[in-house]
């Protein structure tokens, strides 16, 4: 083992506070987990024969709250609809949740990696429950979702509330 003195900064702040010495902002995960999950076969056994592929309307929601303990909780809501023109095939709808720690984050930045990074590390282990859950529910081969962009999610939500109501109905 070797003991390694890092060299002194000669580009301190006067005041002693240096925040590189904190290391670069990130976060941790402390958990995740299933907080609902939904499988509806409304059809079975004959949506198990379907001919061709089913037609798939995917909603994306994103949520992300603070707790008293400093610690925050983001959930990843997905609703997978397959359906043809004939019938529903299944429906899935997940809340997956995980719970993150801050580290040396600018207050600027929280947001973003609250809805854009955090989501990101969630998706593979969601995607992998709505695969299990369509596989139980019959299907084979299991649904996959394609990655989602949660940078592209997160523009157009800001960019929708920027542009926010144009009428505020006061005179």
């Known amino acids: 083992m070797t003991d390694v003195t890092p060299p002194a900064d000669t580009n301190a702040p006067a005041d002693g506070q240096n925040p590189a010495a904190e290391g670069p902002g ?31 309307d995917l909603g994306v929601e994103l949520a992300a709250q603070g707790r008293p303990d400093g610690l925050f909780e983001v959930d990843l809501k997905l609703s997978i609809k397959a359906s043809t023109d004939a019938t529903a095939v299944f429906h899935v709808e997940l809340v997956y949740g995980g719970l993150f720690q801050l580290n040396n984050v600018a207050p600027q930045d929280i947001e973003p990696m609250l809805l854009i990074e955090c989501p990101r590390y969630l998706f593979p282990f969601a995607r992998q429950v ?16 394609d990655p989602i962009d949660f940078a592209g999610i997160y523009v157009a939500r ?5 542009a926010g109501p144009k009428d505020t109905g006061q005179a």
Do not use: W
């Open 130 to 145: 709505v695969a299990s859950a369509t596989a139980d529910g019959g299907f084979y081969p299991p649904f996959m979702l």
């Open 26 to 56: 990130g976060f941790r995960i402390l958990a995740q987990f299933v907080r609902d999950l939904s499988f509806e076969n409304p059809k079975a056994p004959e949506s198990l024969r379907i001919e061709g592929k089913p037609a798939i």
């Open 158 to 162: 800001q960019q929708q509330i920027a």
